[in-house]
């Protein structure tokens, strides 16, 4: 049977233990990148976001602030306290500035995204207008542990 290899395939490399790998400037190439260093952006950005707080962490700290602040408040004041809450589980890269907008910190800007799953996915929050968040009766059962 004729099986036909993949390029992926084609640019794997067994090092002398039988460990797999692939050169990321091979695989630059597979990707149809012309200029090597255009690639590596991509892998420093990959290389962050795996040293990045996950946004699952953020969930509980965003919830017991907002009850803390009497069941809903101002954005800011919120990540305010989230930050406070999470100063032992953010990681120092967190604490950079995005990139992308030369002015956001990472882990405020983490913690904004991380606020989406709680009202879109699964009601632990309510949506309300710009600025403000606030916790549902769902998201109050599911800091009792009352999922």
């Not at 200029?35 to 017991?64: G, K, M």
């Not at 799953?117 to 929050?125: A, F, I, L, S, Y």
Request: charged share 30%.
């Amino acid at each position: 049977m004729n099986q036909e290899i993949t390029p992926f395939e084609a640019i794997r490399s067994t090092n002398p233990t039988g460990n797999e790998f692939w050169s990321s400037r091979d695989f630059a190439k597979v990707l149809g990148y012309a200029d090597y260093w255009n690639f590596q952006s991509v892998i420093d950005r990959q290389w962050c976001a795996r040293e990045l707080t996950p946004h699952t962490a953020f969930y509980r700290a965003i919830l017991e602030s907002v009850v803390e602040m009497e069941g809903s408040a101002k954005t800011r004041l919120v990540l305010d306290r989230v930050g406070e809450k999470m100063k032992g589980v953010l990681k120092p890269i967190d604490y950079a500035v995005l990139p992308s907008d030369g002015k956001s910190i990472r882990w405020r800007n983490a913690a904004q995204w991380a606020r989406n799953t709680p009202v879109n996915e699964d009601g632990r929050m309510t949506k309300t207008k710009n600025g403000i968040w606030e916790i549902s009766d769902k998201g109050r059962k599911w800091l009792k542990g009352k999922n």
